[in-house]
Nanobody, 123 residues
Framework: QVPLVETGGGLVQAGGSLRLSCATV????????MGWYRRAPGKDRVFVAG????????KYADSVKGRFTISRDNSNKMLYLQMNNLKPEDSAVYYC????????????????WGQGTQVTVSS
């Protein structure tokens, strides 16, 4: 059973917005930090945003600061990524991930992954 399921990807014009959602099937994920990563064609998967277990702490990649907002709703076991002012370089497969820590966003601590959702931004 896939523990993380992403939805909300699609095709959007530059300057547009999308909201990604991640359903956490297992309730235990609500006590862990969560994050969003993305992989563009031919490139490595990179960190986009992270949020601590209670939402008190967030972190963003420099490339998305001021445009993307990560949030979570532990009561409904959901993680979100609001993406505004999208650019063609944001095109990638976006992955939801769960950390083994409640507040650390170190890459090696993310050990559960969704299957990804495609985001394509046209110019």
């Amino acid at each position: 059973q896939v523990p993380l399921v992403e939805t909300g990807g699609g095709l959007v014009q530059a300057g547009g917005s999308l909201r990604l959602s991640c359903a956490t099937v297992e309730g235990s994920f609500t006590i862990y930090a969560m994050g969003w990563y993305r992989r563009a064609p031919g490139k490595d998967r990179v960190f986009v945003a992270g949020i601590s277990w209670n939402g008190a702490s967030t972190k963003y990649a420099d490339s998305v600061k001021g445009r993307f907002t990560i949030s979570r709703d532990n009561s409904n076991k959901m993680l979100y990524l609001q993406m505004n002012n999208l650019k063609p370089e944001d095109s990638a497969v976006y992955y939801c991930a769960a950390s083994r820590s409640d507040s650390s966003f170190l890459p090696n601590l993310f050990n559960h992954w969704g299957q990804g959702t495609q985001v394509t931004v046209s110019s």
